[in-house]
């Protein structure tokens, strides 16, 4: 038996000399039981490798063909005396009688080994160790491209998060009530109250958000309790009951607080059919709060009705969040309008203040002719920051958090960051009167 995957059998490389088998010991004895016969020299002609048994049936290669493909070996250059180091392939069956077999070296760098071996790689220069070699696989990461992502966003979660607990954002001279407000539902209000709430809070402000939607949204992304049973924002305006006893402190961010909703908060606007004053008594009660706050954000359901009526007469500004589709566009008008008329019935001091673009897709082209228009129509109005399309602004509620501190490095988090400090820095140039 005689084993055909040599490559250095000499009846190929074309050595003279009696053929040993593997299984042959040192003194030339056979296997028990086998005949030994001496090797015949290989015959010329063209029997001589077709009726070889280690050939295979291939043809050796002739002495006029070369024998290597892809050899270079940079240290002949240096160091004329220097053996020649021949990369075997699968195509390279014969070597020079002189020449030495270049072992591939084991790399353990696992998606380097192409860049460390230069056997494995054609045309690539070797030298005398392959950890030297200059040549690096297009499919190695480098530092420079893994690093820098990931220490951004790193930046960026310390940045939100605010370790030190210092005032970043300035704070204004008055308490500015802001009403988040549109009546087209699913484009952002509720996301856009707790997210920019959390991110004034978190910069030295002190905050409440007042949730006076009956499905009870801000309170879950502030996992604030809000069953039924709980003491809410429909004790004060049928009962009249004190803010600051439905107030509740939002758990891990000391200067945030939040005025919950429940069920019961749906029946409110048939209650307050009959009150005296009824458009108003969100405003008293958050006049009549002991505390001072900078900043108060009333969440608004999708409607305009009575709730909506009373978070307009209470607030002093009104922040739109403005879907880039064009439904949002649709209705806005009549929000514009309902506006006017409450600033000229019921509260003079009411004004559009902001506009925010929310889920903006850059992929579309939709995104940017509804951006173009709300900037040509509303001019300075409109915020610089865009709220993309983020998974990250949607996980978040699940667990009971905002983005700014369920991923504070993710895009998402830092557009409303921005908007924050965006809107933060507007009201120190703006007079806003206090609503006393």
């Known amino acids: 038996m005689h084993d055909d995957g040599r490559y250095d059998d000499p009846r190929v490389i074309g050595l003279t000399g009696d053929l040993v088998s593997r299984e042959t010991d040192d003194s030339g004895r056979g296997a028990p039981g086998l005949p030994v016969s001496p090797s015949p020299r290989l015959p010329d002609g063209e029997s001589a490798w077709r009726n070889s048994p280690t050939s295979g049936g291939i043809r050796p290669p002739s002495p006029e063909v070369p024998l290597t493909r892809n050899v270079h070996d940079s240290s002949r250059a240096s160091d004329p005396q220097a053996p020649e180091r021949v990369a075997l392939g699968r195509e390279?069956?014969?070597?020079?009688?002189?020449?030495?077999?270049?072992?591939?070296?084991?790399?353990?760098?696992?998606?380097?080994?192409?860049?460390?071996?230069?056997?494995?790689?054609?045309?690539?220069?070797?030298?005398?160790?392959?950890?030297?070699?200059?040549?690096?696989?297009?499919?190695?990461?480098?530092?420079?491209?893994?690093?820098?992502?990931?220490?951004?966003?790193?930046?960026?979660?310390?940045?939100?998060?605010?370790?030190?607990?210092?005032?970043?954002?300035?704070?204004?001279?008055?308490?500015?009530?802001?009403?988040?407000?549109?009546?087209?539902?699913?484009?952002?209000?509720?996301?856009?109250?707790?997210?920019?709430?959390?991110?004034?809070?978190?910069?030295?402000?002190?905050?409440?958000?007042?949730?006076?939607?009956?499905?009870?949204?801000?309170?879950?992304?502030?996992?604030?309790?809000?069953?039924?049973?709980?003491?809410?924002?429909?004790?004060?305006?049928?009962?009249?009951?004190?803010?600051?006893?439905?107030?509740?402190?939002?758990?891990?961010?000391?200067?945030?607080?939040?005025?919950?909703?429940?069920?019961?908060?749906?029946?409110?606007?048939?209650?307050?059919?009959?009150?005296?004053?009824?458009?108003?008594?969100?405003?008293?009660?958050?006049?009549?709060?002991p505390g001072h706050f900078d900043y108060v954000l009333i969440d608004c359901p999708p409607s305009l009705g009575l709730l909506t009526v009373n978070a307009l007469v209470a607030a002093e500004e009104v922040l739109i969040p403005i879907q880039c589709e064009y439904y949002a566009l649709e209705g806005l008008n009549q929000l514009i309008n309902n506006i006017n008329l409450v600033r000229q019935h019921l509260n003079p001091r009411l004004e559009v203040s902001t506009i925010l673009l929310t889920m903006y897709d850059r992929r579309t082209r939709l995104a940017d002719a509804v951006e173009q228009d709300v900037r040509n129509h509303f001019g300075d109005k409109v915020l610089q920051a865009v709220i993309p399309r983020n998974v990250r602004v949607s996980e978040a509620p699940s667990y009971g958090q905002s983005v700014m501190t369920y991923d504070p490095g993710s895009r998402g988090a830092t557009s409303y960051f921005e908007a924050a400090q965006e809107i933060a820095e507007r009201g120190v140039k703006a007079q806003v009167s206090r609503n006393a």
Do not use: F
């Open 92 to 289: 390279s069956a014969a070597v020079p009688a002189r020449a030495e077999v270049a072992v591939p070296q084991q790399s353990t760098s696992g998606p380097g080994r192409l860049a460390a071996d230069p056997t494995l790689v054609p045309n690539a220069p070797s030298g005398q160790d392959g950890a030297d070699d200059p040549y690096v696989s297009r499919e190695t990461p480098t530092r420079e491209e893994d690093d820098p992502p990931l220490a951004m966003e790193a930046m960026r979660a310390v940045q939100i998060l605010n370790p030190s607990g210092e005032v970043t954002m300035p704070r204004p001279d008055r308490t500015r009530v802001m009403c988040v407000a549109n009546q087209k539902g699913g484009v952002g209000k509720t996301t856009t109250t707790v997210n920019l709430a959390v991110a004034l809070a978190l910069h030295g402000n002190r905050v409440l958000v007042v949730d006076l939607d009956p499905q009870g949204n801000a309170s879950t992304g502030l996992n604030v309790p809000h069953h039924t049973g709980i003491p809410d924002v429909y004790d004060c305006l049928i009962n009249s009951l004190p803010l600051e006893e439905v107030a509740q402190v939002v758990e891990g961010i000391p200067s945030l607080w939040c005025v919950p909703a429940t069920i019961d908060l749906a029946g409110a606007e048939i209650e307050l059919v009959s009150v005296v004053a009824r458009e108003s008594r969100l405003a008293r009660a958050i006049t009549g709060y």
